[in-house]
Nanobody, 123 residues
Framework: EVQLQASGGGLVQAGGSLRLSCATSGFIFDDYSIGWFRQAPGKEREGLSCVSNSDSTTYYTDSAKGRFTISSDNAKNTVYLQMNRLEPEDTAVYYC????????????????WGRGTLVTVSS
């Protein structure tokens, strides 16, 4: 059974940092890409970043460039999203998802999703 579990969310002040983790199981990690997305109340799900575990290529959308960094620990089957200089506008539920390809801005293309983790940034 494919499972993804996002964790690491919480309450942080503006300007602070958080590192999210996406623990995975049930599939061959090296064959898949893992993407990070977020969804704020009343808004559509938004792509942030993706890593292709087969060749370690990373992708970022404009919302994540310069502040967020994706990384992958193949030994632990876990992907991380380091988020720095957080802003109140970053408040959302953050999700990770898995697919064979890296669709950084197309959440509808992902086959597998984990439950999200809430990030709240206070001003």
């Amino acid at each position: 059974e494919v499972q993804l579990q996002a964790s690491g969310g919480g309450l942080v002040q503006a300007g602070g940092s958080l590192r999210l983790s996406c623990a995975t199981s049930g599939f061959i990690f090296d064959d898949y890409s893992i993407g990070w997305f977020r969804q704020a109340p009343g808004k559509e799900r938004e792509g942030l970043s993706c890593v292709s575990n087969s060749d370690s290529t990373t992708y970022y959308t404009d919302s994540a460039k310069g502040r967020f960094t994706i990384s992958s620990d193949n030994a632990k089957n876990t992907v991380y999203l380091q988020m720095n200089r957080l802003e109140p506008e970053d408040t959302a539920v953050y999700y990770c998802a898995a697919d064979l390809l890296c669709w950084v801005d197309r959440p509808m293309n992902y086959d597998y999703w984990g439950r999200g983790t809430l990030v709240t940034v206070s001003s």
